[in-house]
């Protein structure tokens, strides 16, 4: 079949949901296409397997960003899920949804119908708590969303530290309200297996339904656009074969906030000139393609620990005897540490106590990690990451080639905006961060201090040590942003359409307008719920996806 009603591009935290809410319309034809496989992988499956995902260069489409002037030069390494499930399938599970104000403030920045109270309704949707349902949570959606079988002691010594420098505990983030506390995180896991989005919205039974096809190892290279109104994309498979397949109703591009904009640049539509420069025909001249480019900066705490039972995990000698451990407590009551996600603690505090909400989130890990998860470090420790939760610094994606396999060039310029508040932000961190590791409840474990390390105290230092080590917490956003109508920096309409290209929406993290101050997996599957919504609305009451 090459005809469809509706063609989504990527089958990550947004395409999954979309496939499923739009095939759940019987008279609907749909089509699904990812890039990456289906996934095989027990890495992504045992949340344990975060450990060692990073190993895995075929789950990922290895991005780096360009230089970062205001990180000592250095290229980031920029992790993207490539696999059904996207990111969705190896990232670190948080489910974090972010506060009311955030989306109170994409509203006031004309995101019309993103307010707090008109999203709610869609986080609801999608979850399945573990602890049922309320005002605030969903019980019956597919997203599976749970407590922590077994925290790791070493995390709980984090909630008691946090709450030794005056952090109140909470142990639910998600209230809407100001979270301003420390806790363990709930996880996307079910049954101690990863609830990726693949996972959670195309079950055995979705994936056999007679109206939703699901093409993997299949990239779209191109949207197929006439008389401005996208009709279809072209593919390759890995064999590199060719195809053309067509949408009579709309094309939804769910491909990130890296791959959708680049798409859109590649197909015409993006900064006229930039286009023009690598020989594209311009098809819609959209000055904010690409732009807005936000990302959330982590500084890196981290500690040895003295051994024994609260010694955390870690690569050691008697790792296999502990292994063989942790599977038969799994395999008889999916739990131990295989069920943990490893980032299971963390929180949010302010780095002025003036702030109307909190401007750095925290993720405790009780093991060391290193260069994502891309070395394996051998000893016992602790990992503390504090990020900053509304960076002023804007960056963007651009073309290097009109070569659809050529990656764009990221460049989130990190710390870059003129006064220095993210540099502010991130000092801030450090000294939260600091703090709480030396609260009395590390005492019985605290080893040495691994990084910063005890040379880096003054402010000089500081500000070198995080320019030396700043990275990623790997939330990406605003690079196709929603916005009102008359707004020129918004790409799309607050319905998510692309501002003059008929039947073309994007519905994934590069919709967002700003940041949200927490982590961006269920705030995506909540675009891509409210997406689903309009979409059927339209479907149904004939309306063509198209904007001024
Ligand atoms: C390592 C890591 C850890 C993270 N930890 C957390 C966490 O703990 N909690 C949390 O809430 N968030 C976390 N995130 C962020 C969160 O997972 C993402 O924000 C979210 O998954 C983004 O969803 P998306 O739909 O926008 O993109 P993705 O999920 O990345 O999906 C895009 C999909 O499109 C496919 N694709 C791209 N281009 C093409 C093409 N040309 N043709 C076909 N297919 C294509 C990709 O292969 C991918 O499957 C993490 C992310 C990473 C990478």
Redesign the pocket.
């Known amino acids: 079949m090459t005809d469809f009603d509706f063609i989504i ?7 999954c949901v979309l496939a499923r809410r739009l095939s759940d319309d019987p008279k609907l034809k749909v089509c699904l ?4 496989a289906k996934a095989r992988n027990p890495a992504i499956h045992l949340p344990f397997g975060l450990a060692v ?2 190993l895995f260069n075929n789950l ?2 290895g991005y780096e960003t360009a230089p970062q002037q205001h990180l000592s030069k250095r290229h980031l390494f ?19 949804r972010g506060m009311r104000a955030d989306y109170d403030n994409w509203a006031q920045l004309g995101a019309e119908g993103w307010d707090y109270d008109s999203i709610l309704p869609y986080f609801r949707k999608a979850e399945a708590n573990q602890r049922g349902g309320d005002h605030i949570h969903g019980a019956d959606g597919p997203l599976s969303v749970s407590d922590l079988p077994n925290p790791n002691p070493l995390s709980q010594a984090f909630v008691d530290a946090g709450a030794q420098a005056q952090i109140p505990i909470t142990d639910d983030f998600n209230r809407g309200e100001d979270c301003e506390a420390v806790g363990i995180y709930q ?2 896991t079910r049954n101690g297996l990863r609830a990726s ?1 693949a996972r959670a919205y195309l079950s055995p039974d979705v994936r056999q339904r007679p109206n939703l096809t699901i093409l993997t190892q ?4 191109r949207l197929e656009i006439s008389d401005r109104r996208a009709w279809g994309v072209h ?1 390759t498979n890995n064999a590199d074969e060719q195809q053309t397949l067509r949408a009579s109703r709309e094309v939804l591009l ?7 904009p ?2 859109l640049m590649l197909s015409g539509i993006g900064p006229a000139e930039h286009l023009r420069s690598h020989g594209i025909d311009v098809v819609k001249d959209a000055p904010f393609i690409g732009q807005r480019l936000a990302d959330h900066l982590d500084v890196i705490t981290q500690f040895t620990s003295r051994g024994g039972a609260r010694g955390g995990l870690g690569f050691q000698w008697n790792l296999p005897p502990r292994g063989l451990r942790w599977a038969a407590q799994w395999l008889t009551r999916r739990g131990g540490t295989l069920a943990s ?1 490893l ?1 299971e603690a963390g929180g949010f505090v302010k780095s002025d106590p003036q702030l109307d909400r909190p401007d750095i989130q925290f ?1 405790f890990l009780p093991a060391r990690m290193a260069n ?1 998860g891309r070395e394996l470090v051998w000893g016992y420790g602790y990992t503390l990451h504090a990020c900053n939760l509304y960076p002023r610094s804007e960056g963007e994606i651009r073309l290097t080639s009109a070569d ?1 396999k050529a990656p764009p060039m990221m460049d989130p310029r990190y710390l870059s905006d003129p006064d220095g508040r993210d540099m502010h932000v991130m000092m801030a961190a450090l000294d939260w961060s600091r703090r709480i590791l030396a609260a009395p409840a590390f005492d019985p474990i605290r080893g040495r201090e691994l990084q910063p390390g005890p040379g880096v105290q003054t402010e000089d230092e500081i500000r070198a040590w995080i320019m030396e080590t700043a990275e990623t ?5 605003g690079t196709v942003a929603m916005g009102a109508a008359e707004d020129p920096r918004a790409s799309l309409t607050p319905d998510l359409r692309v501002k003059g290209i008929a039947a073309l929406r994007v ?4 919709v967002m307008p700003r940041l949200i101050g ?8 909540m675009i ?1 719920e409210k997406a689903a919504e309009m979409i059927l609305a339209a479907a149904r009451t004939g309306t063509e996806a198209s904007t001024p």
């Open positions: 591009v990527g089958g990550g935290s947004a395409g296409i990812e890039a990456g995902i990073g990922q489409w920029w992790p993207r899920g490539k696999v059904l499930g996207g990111s969705s399938a190896v990232n670190a599970m948080v489910y974090a996880v996307t989005a299949t990239s779209v290279r593919t769910s491909a990130g906030a890296i791959n959708s680049h798409l996600n980032a993720h994502h659809p917490i790997y939330h990406p956003v519905v994934d993290a590069s927490g982590n961006t997996n269920a705030p995506t599957i891509a």
